[in-house]
């Protein structure tokens, strides 16, 4: 699969698509390590696949091949500063170090992305103060090297390193966002990952099935991309767009009073660093006027997909066996409870498998805000909830 991969390197299509079938069939891929990746994708000692650092954007060929060298030469780089001072800074440029913040090639060093690009004002970033260190490292030894008292001298007086001052680190959208940027596609995660519950209560299927369902209004959810606007022969604006989930995309347009209800929705200026937010879509497969046997596909509703838990949900329901019911459980479930207070309907719903019996209950003294709640309960490894 490495091998597939490597194969396939310059098509970012293939390259998600055998990443998925890897996966389905047990083997992880992960993403690029300065410790671990090589040019080209690779196996660790693990029995994991490695993404290969020369299919990060802005990671040259040489740079790659430098750094892998002096790793396999020397041993696995400690730090970012261990790294600024052992690299070749005029192969390894500042871009370099930018695409493999990005990318994630550093999380092993056990700094969050954000800090290797973004700092406090009047401070510098990480990357610059590594690239600093590292430039004074090379330049002191090059200095000794032609000194009277030879290469003996250098590094007798350690310079100290510099603070790092810690911020929030990125929420996870806005890293899988510049992870995609310099990768091409997600790679540690996907931005619908947020949002497993609304997709498993709220839509009618993924967007695989779109074309199958003609004639019937369902409910989808995906991410914008390549939003365009343009215009019609006789004027009229209009704007296509792409909506992807995991495993498709569809190219819906907007046309007069759709255009003017959702294009601006849909615009990315309209939003931070023009990233539209994932969206939930009711649509139907309709019949164009005067034909038997051609559709189009209508956008009847679209809102973020955020808002639709707090608009839709009436509350959760939590499935609790009687066979397994301690209290240690009941003690997490009143944790969760006390943690997640909102105004939202908390059911429990009792049952007995082998019986066939289901008892339904709620509470009449607690109300809770249901993400909120769920996630406090996952936390607590009880998976036993759902949206209602």
Same mark, same amino acid.
């Given at each position: /699969? ?17 990443? @998925? @079938? ?11 390590? =300065? ?81 290797? %690009? ?29 000194? %009277? ?24 959208? @806005? ?7 310099? =990768? ?14 609304? %997709?498993?209560?709220? !839509?009618? !299927? ?32 209009? !704007? ?61 509703? /679209? ?43 908390? @059911? ?36 036993? !909830?759902?949206?209602?």
């Amino acid at each position: /699969m490495a091998a597939v991969l490597t194969n396939n390197m310059g098509d970012i299509k293939k390259v998600t698509f055998f990443i @998925e @079938e890897a996966r389905k069939q047990g083997v992880p891929v992960l993403g690029p390590d =300065v410790n671990e990746s090589l040019l080209k994708f690779n196996v660790n000692q693990e029995g994991a696949i490695r993404f290969g650092m020369g299919a990060v954007k802005g990671a040259g060929e040489l740079a790659v091949e430098s750094m892998v060298q002096e790793r396999e030469s020397s041993g696995n780089y400690s730090d970012i500063f261990d790294f600024a001072k052992r690299v070749n800074l005029r192969t390894v440029n500042k871009k370099t170090f930018e695409s493999l913040a990005q990318a994630g090639a550093f999380d092993g060093f056990d700094k969050h992305r954000r800090l290797y %690009l973004d700092a406090p004002a009047g401070d510098q970033n990480l990357i610059e103060k590594a690239m600093k260190v590292g430039q004074q490292h090379a330049a002191a030894k090059e200095s000794a090297q032609h000194s %009277l008292f030879g290469a003996g001298a250098f590094g007798a007086v350690a310079a100290p390193m510099p603070k790092i001052h810690e911020m929030e680190p990125w929420s996870k959208t @806005e890293q899988l966002r510049r992870e995609k940027e310099v =990768v091409g596609f997600y790679l540690s995660g996907h931005p619908l990952d947020a949002f497993k519950l609304e %997709l498993d209560a709220y !839509c009618t !299927c993924g967007l695989e099935k779109v074309d199958e369902i003609k004639n019937k209004e369902i409910t989808v959810a995906g991410l914008i991309n390549n939003v365009l606007f343009k215009t019609t022969k006789t004027g009229q604006p209009f !704007c296509t767009f792409t909506l992807e989930d995991y495993e498709t995309s569809i190219n819906p347009a907007l046309f007069r009073d759709d255009y003017t209800k959702f294009a601006p929705l849909i615009n990315p200026r309209n939003y931070p660093n023009e990233q539209v937010p994932p969206m939930y879509v009711k649509l139907k497969q309709e019949l164009r006027r005067h034909t038997q046997d051609q559709w189009d596909l209508r956008i009847l509703t /679209m809102e973020p997909l955020a808002d639709v838990a707090e608009k839709r949900s009436k509350g959760v329901r939590v499935r609790l066996d009687l066979r397994t019911v301690t209290a240690p459980m009941l003690d997490r479930l009143e944790e969760a409870i006390e943690h997640a207070p909102g105004s939202k309907r908390l @059911e429990i719903q009792f049952v007995e498998p082998h019986e066939h019996l289901a008892v339904d209950m709620f509470s009449r003294r607690f109300q809770i805000e249901p993400k909120t709640f769920i996630e406090k309960m996952r936390e607590l490894d009880m998976e036993v !909830c759902t949206l209602i």
